[in-house]
Protein backbone atom coordinates (compact mmCIF):
# COMPACT_ATOMS: atom_id res chain seq x y z
CA UNK A 1 0.00 0.00 0.00
CA UNK A 2 1.22 3.54 -0.68
CA UNK A 3 0.75 6.26 1.96
CA UNK A 4 0.73 8.93 -1.10
CA UNK A 5 0.69 9.33 -4.73
CA UNK A 6 1.17 12.83 -6.71
CA UNK A 7 -0.23 13.57 -9.97
CA UNK A 8 2.69 16.02 -11.38
CA UNK A 9 6.08 16.17 -10.53
CA UNK A 10 6.94 19.54 -11.62
CA UNK A 11 7.62 22.70 -9.15
CA UNK A 12 4.61 21.59 -6.37
CA UNK A 13 4.48 17.51 -6.70
CA UNK A 14 8.18 17.02 -6.30
CA UNK A 15 8.84 18.88 -3.36
CA UNK A 16 5.59 17.30 -1.97
CA UNK A 17 6.63 13.53 -2.28
CA UNK A 18 10.31 14.79 -1.15
CA UNK A 19 9.01 15.89 2.41
CA UNK A 20 6.69 13.01 2.44
CA UNK A 21 8.95 10.77 1.69
CA UNK A 22 11.74 12.54 4.18
CA UNK A 23 9.29 11.81 7.01
CA UNK A 24 8.65 8.16 6.60
CA UNK A 25 5.58 7.88 3.96
CA UNK A 26 5.84 5.77 1.14
CA UNK A 27 5.42 8.05 -2.12
CA UNK A 28 4.69 7.11 -5.73
CA UNK A 29 4.41 9.80 -8.10
CA UNK A 30 2.96 9.86 -11.47
CA UNK A 31 3.43 11.94 -14.67
CA UNK A 32 2.90 11.89 -18.19
CA UNK A 33 6.47 12.99 -18.97
CA UNK A 34 8.07 10.08 -19.83
CA UNK A 35 11.50 11.72 -19.77
CA UNK A 36 10.71 13.20 -16.50
CA UNK A 37 10.17 9.82 -14.85
CA UNK A 38 13.01 8.06 -16.20
CA UNK A 39 15.37 11.32 -14.64
CA UNK A 40 13.98 10.92 -11.19
CA UNK A 41 14.00 7.16 -11.29
CA UNK A 42 17.78 7.74 -12.80
CA UNK A 43 18.58 10.20 -9.56
CA UNK A 44 17.89 13.50 -11.85
CA UNK A 45 15.94 16.19 -10.88
CA UNK A 46 14.49 18.49 -12.75
CA UNK A 47 13.36 21.24 -10.70
CA UNK A 48 15.32 23.94 -8.65
CA UNK A 49 14.50 23.23 -5.43
CA UNK A 50 15.01 19.95 -5.40
CA UNK A 51 18.44 18.84 -5.74
CA UNK A 52 19.86 14.92 -7.24
CA UNK A 53 21.23 13.91 -3.85
CA UNK A 54 17.23 14.70 -2.97
CA UNK A 55 16.23 12.53 -5.40
CA UNK A 56 18.18 10.10 -4.20
CA UNK A 57 17.51 9.80 -0.63
CA UNK A 58 13.94 9.96 -1.95
CA UNK A 59 14.65 6.78 -4.20
CA UNK A 60 16.18 5.04 -0.93
CA UNK A 61 13.13 6.04 1.15
CA UNK A 62 11.14 4.08 -1.31
CA UNK A 63 9.44 6.89 -3.55
CA UNK A 64 9.12 5.26 -7.36
CA UNK A 65 7.99 7.78 -10.07
CA UNK A 66 5.93 6.21 -13.05
CA UNK A 67 3.90 6.92 -16.07
CA UNK A 68 1.50 4.22 -14.90
CA UNK A 69 -1.86 4.76 -13.68
CA UNK A 70 -2.88 2.03 -12.20
CA UNK A 71 -0.32 3.15 -9.00
CA UNK A 72 -2.81 5.83 -8.00
CA UNK A 73 -5.05 2.61 -7.07
CA UNK A 74 -2.65 1.82 -4.66
CA UNK A 75 -2.24 4.78 -2.28
CA UNK A 76 -4.14 6.18 0.59
CA UNK A 77 -4.25 9.58 -0.82
CA UNK A 78 -3.59 11.02 -3.97
CA UNK A 79 -2.50 14.86 -4.30
CA UNK A 80 -3.05 16.96 -7.78
CA UNK A 81 -0.43 18.88 -9.10
CA UNK A 82 -0.73 19.56 -12.09
CA UNK A 83 -0.31 22.93 -14.13
CA UNK A 84 -3.55 25.48 -14.65
CA UNK A 85 -2.33 27.44 -17.52
CA UNK A 86 -4.57 30.00 -19.90
CA UNK A 87 -6.03 29.37 -23.18
CA UNK A 88 -4.84 32.31 -25.78
CA UNK A 89 -7.60 34.76 -24.76
CA UNK A 90 -6.57 34.36 -20.99
CA UNK A 91 -9.53 32.46 -20.06
CA UNK A 92 -8.74 29.31 -17.06
CA UNK A 93 -7.75 26.47 -18.66
CA UNK A 94 -8.14 23.61 -16.40
CA UNK A 95 -7.79 20.77 -19.27
CA UNK A 96 -4.69 19.51 -17.27
CA UNK A 97 -7.18 19.12 -13.94
CA UNK A 98 -10.08 17.62 -15.55
CA UNK A 99 -7.10 14.81 -17.66
CA UNK A 100 -5.26 14.40 -13.98
CA UNK A 101 -8.94 13.78 -12.22
CA UNK A 102 -10.38 11.55 -15.07
CA UNK A 103 -7.13 9.54 -15.07
CA UNK A 104 -7.75 8.84 -10.79
CA UNK A 105 -10.95 8.15 -11.19
CA UNK A 106 -11.59 4.57 -11.95
CA UNK A 107 -8.70 4.23 -8.82
CA UNK A 108 -10.88 5.92 -6.75
CA UNK A 109 -12.11 3.74 -3.52
CA UNK A 110 -13.25 4.25 -0.43
CA UNK A 111 -11.60 6.35 2.39
CA UNK A 112 -9.11 7.93 0.03
CA UNK A 113 -8.14 11.23 0.28
CA UNK A 114 -8.02 13.35 -2.74
CA UNK A 115 -7.04 16.50 -2.98
CA UNK A 116 -6.71 19.13 -5.61
CA UNK A 117 -3.48 21.38 -5.21
CA UNK A 118 -3.58 23.21 -8.60
CA UNK A 119 -4.55 27.14 -8.31
CA UNK A 120 -7.53 27.36 -9.97
CA UNK A 121 -10.77 29.74 -9.04
CA UNK A 122 -13.92 29.35 -6.32
CA UNK A 123 -15.74 25.72 -7.09
CA UNK A 124 -13.34 24.19 -9.34
CA UNK A 125 -13.13 21.30 -6.78
CA UNK A 126 -16.85 21.13 -6.45
CA UNK A 127 -17.72 21.84 -9.87
CA UNK A 128 -15.63 20.56 -11.79
CA UNK A 129 -13.72 17.48 -9.84
CA UNK A 130 -16.08 15.81 -7.35
CA UNK A 131 -18.26 15.57 -10.67
CA UNK A 132 -15.89 13.80 -12.51
CA UNK A 133 -14.69 11.37 -9.12
CA UNK A 134 -18.61 10.69 -8.34
CA UNK A 135 -19.88 10.07 -11.65
CA UNK A 136 -16.83 7.26 -12.84
CA UNK A 137 -17.02 5.58 -9.04
CA UNK A 138 -20.97 5.90 -8.02
CA UNK A 139 -19.27 6.78 -4.61
CA UNK A 140 -20.01 10.07 -2.93
CA UNK A 141 -17.59 12.35 -1.70
CA UNK A 142 -17.40 12.98 1.91
CA UNK A 143 -19.63 9.73 2.82
CA UNK A 144 -17.48 7.52 0.99
CA UNK A 145 -14.08 8.99 0.24
CA UNK A 146 -12.61 12.49 1.21
CA UNK A 147 -12.26 15.34 -0.90
CA UNK A 148 -10.36 18.67 -0.22
CA UNK A 149 -8.32 21.52 -1.66
CA UNK A 150 -4.82 22.67 -0.18
CA UNK A 151 -3.82 25.95 -2.59
CA UNK A 152 0.15 25.02 -3.21
CA UNK A 153 2.70 28.01 -1.83
CA UNK A 154 6.00 27.02 -3.45
CA UNK A 155 8.24 29.89 -4.08
CA UNK A 156 10.77 28.62 -5.83
CA UNK A 157 14.63 29.82 -4.58
CA UNK A 158 12.73 30.64 -1.37
CA UNK A 159 16.12 29.63 1.25
CA UNK A 160 13.98 30.67 3.90
CA UNK A 161 10.75 29.12 3.31
CA UNK A 162 9.82 26.05 2.05
CA UNK A 163 6.93 23.26 2.47
CA UNK A 164 7.44 22.42 6.56
CA UNK A 165 7.58 25.74 7.56
CA UNK A 166 4.93 27.56 5.49
CA UNK A 167 1.66 27.39 7.14
CA UNK A 168 -0.68 24.81 4.82
CA UNK A 169 -4.29 25.78 4.28
CA UNK A 170 -6.55 23.03 3.60
CA UNK A 171 -10.44 23.51 2.73
CA UNK A 172 -12.50 19.97 2.70
CA UNK A 173 -16.05 19.46 0.97
CA UNK A 174 -17.27 18.51 4.39
CA UNK A 175 -16.07 18.69 7.85
CA UNK A 176 -15.02 15.35 7.58
CA UNK A 177 -12.75 15.47 4.55
CA UNK A 178 -11.17 18.71 6.16
CA UNK A 179 -9.82 16.60 8.78
CA UNK A 180 -8.39 14.00 7.08
CA UNK A 181 -6.61 16.32 5.01
CA UNK A 182 -5.76 18.61 7.67
CA UNK A 183 -3.75 14.68 9.47
CA UNK A 184 -2.54 14.13 6.35
CA UNK A 185 -0.87 17.64 6.27
CA UNK A 186 -0.18 17.76 10.04
CA UNK A 187 1.96 14.51 9.09
CA UNK A 188 4.57 16.99 6.49
CA UNK A 189 3.87 20.51 7.44
CA UNK A 190 4.19 22.57 10.74
CA UNK A 191 1.12 24.20 10.56
CA UNK A 192 -2.16 23.52 9.15
CA UNK A 193 -5.12 26.23 8.54
CA UNK A 194 -8.77 24.85 8.06
CA UNK A 195 -10.49 26.96 5.78
CA UNK A 196 -14.31 27.38 5.79
CA UNK A 197 -14.74 25.15 3.01
CA UNK A 198 -12.64 24.49 -0.62
CA UNK A 199 -14.17 27.91 -2.25
CA UNK A 200 -12.43 29.84 0.68
CA UNK A 201 -8.79 27.87 0.40
CA UNK A 202 -9.31 28.09 -3.62
CA UNK A 203 -10.05 31.94 -3.04
CA UNK A 204 -7.35 32.17 -0.53
CA UNK A 205 -4.43 31.40 -3.45
CA UNK A 206 -5.94 33.67 -5.63
CA UNK A 207 -6.11 36.70 -3.06
CA UNK A 208 -2.81 35.79 -1.90
CA UNK A 209 -1.24 36.44 -5.42
CA UNK A 210 -3.51 38.98 -6.85
CA UNK A 211 -2.81 40.86 -3.44
CA UNK A 212 0.91 41.18 -4.98
CA UNK A 213 -0.04 41.52 -8.49
CA UNK A 214 -1.98 44.58 -7.64
CA UNK A 215 0.39 46.07 -5.50
CA UNK A 216 3.48 45.45 -7.76
CA UNK A 217 0.79 47.28 -10.57
CA UNK A 218 0.97 50.23 -8.03
CA UNK A 219 4.58 50.44 -8.33
CA UNK A 220 5.16 49.67 -11.98
CA UNK A 221 2.19 52.48 -12.85
CA UNK A 222 4.68 54.91 -10.43
CA UNK A 223 7.81 54.09 -11.42
CA UNK A 224 6.77 56.30 -14.98
CA UNK A 225 5.84 58.97 -12.94
CA UNK A 226 8.59 59.17 -10.92
CA UNK A 227 10.85 59.30 -13.81
CA UNK A 228 9.08 62.32 -15.40
CA UNK A 229 8.83 64.03 -12.17
CA UNK A 230 12.92 62.93 -11.74
CA UNK A 231 12.14 60.99 -8.26
CA UNK A 232 14.10 57.91 -7.53
CA UNK A 233 11.25 55.40 -6.45
CA UNK A 234 13.23 53.44 -5.05
CA UNK A 235 14.84 55.52 -2.91
CA UNK A 236 10.90 57.04 -2.50
CA UNK A 237 9.98 53.19 -1.18
CA UNK A 238 13.18 52.88 1.52
CA UNK A 239 11.71 55.84 2.88
CA UNK A 240 7.97 54.50 3.04
CA UNK A 241 9.47 51.03 4.52
CA UNK A 242 10.70 52.88 7.74
CA UNK A 243 7.46 53.52 8.52
CA UNK A 244 6.49 50.78 11.37
CA UNK A 245 2.93 50.43 10.46
CA UNK A 246 0.52 50.69 7.41
CA UNK A 247 3.10 49.78 4.86
CA UNK A 248 4.81 46.81 3.16
CA UNK A 249 7.35 47.55 0.19
CA UNK A 250 6.69 46.36 -3.16
CA UNK A 251 9.51 47.65 -6.07
CA UNK A 252 9.09 48.12 -9.84
CA UNK A 253 10.29 45.54 -12.47
CA UNK A 254 10.26 44.68 -15.77
CA UNK A 255 7.40 43.04 -15.54
CA UNK A 256 5.86 40.07 -13.51
CA UNK A 257 6.71 36.52 -14.47
CA UNK A 258 6.50 32.65 -12.98
CA UNK A 259 3.16 30.53 -13.41
CA UNK A 260 1.44 32.53 -10.40
CA UNK A 261 1.38 36.24 -10.64
CA UNK A 262 0.43 36.78 -14.07
CA UNK A 263 -1.51 33.48 -14.58
CA UNK A 264 -3.80 33.45 -11.32
CA UNK A 265 -5.91 36.91 -11.42
CA UNK A 266 -7.06 35.76 -14.87
CA UNK A 267 -8.63 33.01 -13.13
CA UNK A 268 -10.55 35.50 -10.17
CA UNK A 269 -11.98 37.54 -13.18
CA UNK A 270 -12.80 34.99 -15.50
CA UNK A 271 -14.80 33.66 -12.42
CA UNK A 272 -16.11 36.83 -11.56
CA UNK A 273 -17.72 37.32 -15.04
CA UNK A 274 -19.18 34.30 -15.05
CA UNK A 275 -21.35 35.86 -12.41
CA UNK A 276 -22.24 39.08 -13.69
CA UNK A 277 -19.62 40.62 -11.62
CA UNK A 278 -15.82 42.39 -12.41
CA UNK A 279 -12.88 42.75 -10.61
CA UNK A 280 -12.23 46.61 -12.10
CA UNK A 281 -8.62 47.05 -9.72
CA UNK A 282 -7.28 43.56 -10.57
CA UNK A 283 -7.99 43.98 -14.63
CA UNK A 284 -6.04 46.86 -14.48
CA UNK A 285 -3.35 45.62 -12.61
CA UNK A 286 -3.00 43.01 -15.74
CA UNK A 287 -3.11 45.77 -18.34
CA UNK A 288 -0.12 47.53 -15.78
CA UNK A 289 1.83 44.54 -15.77
CA UNK A 290 1.44 43.68 -19.29
CA UNK A 291 2.67 46.50 -20.27
CA UNK A 292 6.29 46.94 -18.23
CA UNK A 293 7.92 45.34 -21.41
CA UNK A 294 6.98 47.54 -23.75
CA UNK A 295 7.97 50.36 -21.23
CA UNK A 296 11.27 48.55 -20.81
CA UNK A 297 12.31 48.79 -24.84
CA UNK A 298 10.81 52.56 -24.83
CA UNK A 299 13.10 53.22 -21.87
CA UNK A 300 16.16 51.79 -23.90
CA UNK A 301 15.42 53.48 -26.70
CA UNK A 302 15.47 57.02 -24.39
CA UNK A 303 18.70 55.93 -23.13
CA UNK A 304 20.57 55.36 -26.23
CA UNK A 305 18.92 58.47 -27.81
CA UNK A 306 20.73 60.38 -24.78
CA UNK A 307 23.96 59.51 -26.49
CA UNK A 308 22.66 59.96 -30.26
CA UNK A 309 22.47 56.53 -31.02
CA UNK A 310 19.03 54.79 -32.70
CA UNK A 311 18.09 51.35 -30.97
CA UNK A 312 17.75 50.13 -34.13
CA UNK A 313 21.20 48.14 -34.92
CA UNK A 314 22.33 49.08 -31.31
CA UNK A 315 24.13 45.69 -29.82
CA UNK A 316 22.00 45.43 -26.78
CA UNK A 317 22.43 42.52 -23.74
CA UNK A 318 19.60 41.05 -21.43
CA UNK A 319 21.15 40.83 -18.71
CA UNK A 320 19.20 37.58 -16.64
CA UNK A 321 16.32 36.27 -18.47
CA UNK A 322 14.58 34.05 -15.76
CA UNK A 323 11.61 35.27 -13.86
CA UNK A 324 13.65 35.31 -10.82
CA UNK A 325 16.99 35.91 -9.14
CA UNK A 326 18.73 32.24 -8.75
CA UNK A 327 16.38 30.08 -10.52
CA UNK A 328 16.58 28.66 -14.27
CA UNK A 329 12.63 29.55 -14.31
CA UNK A 330 11.61 30.60 -17.78
CA UNK A 331 7.81 30.21 -17.37
CA UNK A 332 6.31 33.69 -17.99
CA UNK A 333 9.71 35.35 -18.27
CA UNK A 334 9.01 39.14 -19.19
CA UNK A 335 12.35 38.47 -20.88
CA UNK A 336 10.69 37.40 -23.93
CA UNK A 337 8.03 40.38 -24.71
CA UNK A 338 11.11 42.67 -24.17
CA UNK A 339 13.18 40.25 -26.44
CA UNK A 340 10.29 40.84 -28.98
CA UNK A 341 9.59 44.67 -28.35
CA UNK A 342 13.38 44.95 -29.04
CA UNK A 343 13.43 42.92 -32.56
CA UNK A 344 10.56 45.21 -34.26
CA UNK A 345 13.31 47.91 -33.01
CA UNK A 346 15.54 45.97 -35.50
CA UNK A 347 17.94 45.75 -32.41
CA UNK A 348 20.86 43.22 -32.15
CA UNK A 349 20.48 41.46 -29.29
CA UNK A 350 22.73 39.43 -27.15
CA UNK A 351 21.98 37.64 -23.80
CA UNK A 352 23.94 36.15 -20.44
CA UNK A 353 22.21 34.21 -17.70
CA UNK A 354 24.11 31.51 -15.57
CA UNK A 355 20.97 29.35 -15.26
CA UNK A 356 20.07 29.61 -18.66
CA UNK A 357 21.87 27.95 -21.26
CA UNK A 358 20.09 28.03 -24.14
CA UNK A 359 17.13 30.81 -24.67
CA UNK A 360 14.58 31.15 -27.45
CA UNK A 361 11.58 33.64 -28.26
CA UNK A 362 8.97 32.24 -30.67
CA UNK A 363 11.38 29.36 -31.98
CA UNK A 364 13.96 32.43 -32.91
CA UNK A 365 17.26 31.88 -30.64
CA UNK A 366 19.02 34.28 -28.79
CA UNK A 367 22.67 34.70 -28.69
CA UNK A 368 24.28 33.91 -25.43
CA UNK A 369 27.10 35.84 -24.29
CA UNK A 370 29.98 33.38 -22.38
CA UNK A 371 31.13 36.21 -20.31
CA UNK A 372 28.52 38.78 -18.49
CA UNK A 373 31.50 41.86 -18.06
CA UNK A 374 33.17 41.63 -21.36
CA UNK A 375 29.28 41.36 -23.34
CA UNK A 376 28.68 44.53 -21.11
CA UNK A 377 31.77 46.15 -22.55
CA UNK A 378 30.91 44.83 -25.73
CA UNK A 379 27.40 46.55 -26.17
CA UNK A 380 25.72 49.63 -26.62
CA UNK A 381 23.68 49.35 -23.83
CA UNK A 382 22.99 46.55 -21.03
CA UNK A 383 19.70 45.67 -19.58
CA UNK A 384 20.08 44.36 -16.20
CA UNK A 385 16.61 42.42 -16.24
CA UNK A 386 17.61 40.05 -13.16
CA UNK A 387 19.79 40.12 -10.45
CA UNK A 388 21.25 37.13 -9.91
CA UNK A 389 23.75 36.83 -7.29
CA UNK A 390 26.13 35.27 -9.43
CA UNK A 391 26.63 38.45 -10.72
CA UNK A 392 28.99 41.85 -10.00
CA UNK A 393 27.00 44.60 -10.40
CA UNK A 394 29.52 46.88 -9.97
CA UNK A 395 31.54 45.25 -12.32
CA UNK A 396 29.28 44.92 -14.92
CA UNK A 397 28.13 48.81 -14.91
CA UNK A 398 31.71 50.06 -14.87
CA UNK A 399 32.00 47.93 -17.86
CA UNK A 400 29.33 48.79 -19.57
CA UNK A 401 28.87 51.66 -21.58
CA UNK A 402 25.22 51.63 -20.75
CA UNK A 403 23.14 50.27 -17.87
CA UNK A 404 19.62 50.28 -17.27
CA UNK A 405 18.72 49.03 -14.34
CA UNK A 406 15.05 47.67 -14.03
CA UNK A 407 15.80 45.89 -10.54
CA UNK A 408 16.76 49.18 -8.84
CA UNK A 409 19.56 47.46 -7.10
CA UNK A 410 22.24 49.60 -8.83
CA UNK A 411 22.29 53.37 -6.79
CA UNK A 412 24.77 55.14 -9.53
CA UNK A 413 26.30 54.34 -13.17
CA UNK A 414 23.24 53.34 -14.73
CA UNK A 415 20.03 54.63 -15.73
CA UNK A 416 16.70 53.21 -13.88
CA UNK A 417 13.29 52.25 -15.09
Not at 399 to 412: E, H, K
Request: aromatic share 6%; proline share 6%.
Amino acid sequence: MTDLAVIGLGYVGLPLARESAAVGLHVAGYDVNHRVVAGLNAGRSHVDDVSDADVRAMLAAGFTATDEPSVLGTAQVVVICVPTPLHADGSPDLAPVRRATGTLAPYVGRGMLVVLESTTYPGTTDEVVCPILEQATGLTAGPDFHLAFSPERIDPGNKGFGLRNTPKVVGGLTPGCAQAAAAFYGKICDSVVVAKGTREAEMAKLLENTYRNVNIALVNELVMVAHDLDVDLWDAIACAATKPFGFQSFHPGPGVGGHCIPVDPNYLIHQARTVGSAVRLVELAQEINRGMPAYVVRRAAEVLCGIGKPLKGATVLLAGVTYKADVSDLRETPARPIVRGLRAESADLVYHDPYVDRFTVDGEPVCRAANIVQAAAAADLTILLQTHTAYDLDAIVAAAPLTLDARGYTRSGAELL
